[in-house]
């Protein structure tokens, strides 16, 4: 079955601290993956794409087949990454549409 | 910039009503998504559209509907509201069905009594 899990509800890190939401998923072709972000009151948008390997606002992630992983990481925690977080994953369906899955989510909160 | 609206931000809905969410998107998308959002649960996709007139159904499409008259337009219809409808609805559009960002709109929290 496709799945993504998000083992945390809730991260709560002190500024300056790393921070590492963790993603894993199951899927049975080749994965493709992404991070959604959603700050307080604003709309979810898109934060990455394991493909396109880039760091956006200082955070990465990198895909791990042999873990089934693809864990968001920032070194240094900042005030305004307090948000909610959605790993999510691509799949393809008997028509051709490719569709998201989205894990629980995980709130990060980044205290001062 | 791509703008994705839904009619309403708040709403609430008695038991048995028949409650219509809106989307509309400007930006000539063929693909348009309803999810619900709940917690713990992440979100949940009710009904897709993947151009005028084609629907497709999500992972959770009992007690919805949906239709697609207008390209722009995408309405989730829930015939008979009940209590285990209220949550945060969220409506997403796409440019075309290779490409995997979604463009979310504000959301419609409805809550229904």
């Known amino acids: 079955a496709q799945r993504v899990t998000q083992p945390e509800k809730l991260l709560s890190v002190f500024k300056g601290a790393p921070v590492e939401l963790k993603c894993n998923y199951s899927?049975?072709?080749?994965?493709?993956l992404f991070w959604y972000v959603q700050y307080s009151r604003q709309r979810l948008q898109l934060l990455l794409r394991?493909?396109s390997r880039e760091s956006i606002k200082g955070f990465t992630a990198d895909l791990n087949k042999g873990e089934t992983s693809f864990h968001l990481k920032k070194p240094f925690a900042q005030e305004e990454d307090s948000a909610m977080y959605y790993c999510a994953l691509r799949r393809a369906d008997s028509g051709g549409y490719n569709k998201l899955i989205f894990g629980a989510g995980t709130r990060l909160a980044v205290h001062p | 910039d791509v703008k994705v609206t839904q009619s309403s931000r708040y709403l609430v809905k008695r038991t048995g009503e028949k409650v219509f969410l809106e989307c509309v998107q400007d930006?000539?998308?063929?693909?348009m998504f309803w999810y619900r959002q709940d917690p713990g649960l992440g979100l949940r996709l009710i009904y897709f559209s993947y151009d005028v007139k084609m629907k497709e159904k999500g992972d959770i499409p009992e007690g919805y509907s949906v239709s697609r008259e207008k390209k722009e337009r995408f309405s989730l219809i829930l015939e008979s509201a009940s209590t285990n409808q209220t949550s945060m609805y969220l409506c997403?559009?796409?440019?075309?069905?290779?490409?995997?960002?979604?463009?979310f709109g504000p959301g419609t929290r409805l809550t229904v009594t």
């Open positions: 394991h493909i």
């Open positions: 930006m000539d998308h063929e693909n």
């Open positions: 899927y049975s072709g080749s994965p493709e």
């Open positions: 997403a559009s796409r440019p075309e069905r290779l490409r995997y960002e979604q463009y």
